[in-house]
T-cell receptor, first 111, second 113 residues
């Protein structure tokens, strides 16, 4: 079952600009995670935010979580061409270990 | 630590044949593994949850007789796509839970011709 909806579906920006992706989900969660996937490759774990956290930073990444709105955002600051990839949020609903992925955002960063 | 090795990375098979994909946890014991399928430019869709020593739990709409999952040991889960058809062509990824979260295999690109 697809739990997370992400927007935008696709995003094109210039190097140096910031990229913001949003994720909405449907049920109560334990954690929310963000992953990156380069075309046709495996997943790279970016960051995990717990349901009792509101914001988390890791390098150029900033994640927010609003459990009242069941939404999260991923901000990539000072983007680079190497950030070009698809980005997915994933949640594990309370009472289950299953990790359900959002629809994803395809980010293209032009040099 | 917490590496899942998945192979093959690519496989091409003829329509009607069966293909087995393996996922091994290399440095930890995985009582639970998950299998996902990803069509081009789409997200990962959970197919089934594989539990060591018991039957897999399939998501709604996934044919259990077509996608056979075996989790006979704490380090190995296999997905067999039986009687494969071109519409089964996809990217298949396994995942396992470990102490600190989830780890993913590198994926298998299946092409059925």
């Amino acid at each position: 079952s697809q739990q997370g909806e992400e927007d935008p579906q696709a995003l094109s920006i210039q190097e140096g600009e910031n990229a913001t992706m949003n994720c909405s989900y449907k049920t109560s969660i334990n954690n929310l995670q963000w992953y990156r996937q380069n075309s046709g490759r495996g997943l790279v774990h970016l960051i995990l935010i717990r349901s009792n956290e509101r914001e988390k930073h890791s390098g150029r990444l900033r994640v927010t979580l609003d459990t009242s709105k069941k939404s999260s955002s991923l901000l990539i600051t000072a983007s680079r061409a190497a950030d070009t990839a698809s980005y997915f949020c994933a949640t594990d609903a309370k009472g289950t270990d299953k990790l359900i992925f959002g629809t994803g955002t395809r980010l293209q960063v032009f040099p | 630590g917490a590496v899942v090795s998945q192979h093959p990375s690519r496989v091409i098979c003829k329509s009607g044949t069966s293909v087995k994909i393996e996922c091994r946890s290399l440095d930890f014991q995985a009582t639970t593994m998950f299998w996902y399928r990803q069509f081009p430019k789409q997200s990962l869709m959970l197919m089934a949850t594989s539990n060591e020593g018991s039957k897999a739990t399939y998501e709604q709409g996934v044919e259990k007789d077509k996608f056979l999952i075996n989790h006979a040991s704490l380090t190995l889960s296999t997905l067999t796509v039986t009687s494969a058809h071109p519409e089964d062509s996809s990217f298949y990824i396994c995942s396992a839970i470990f102490d600190y979260g989830y780890t993913f295999g590198s994926g298998t690109r299946l092409t059925v011709v």
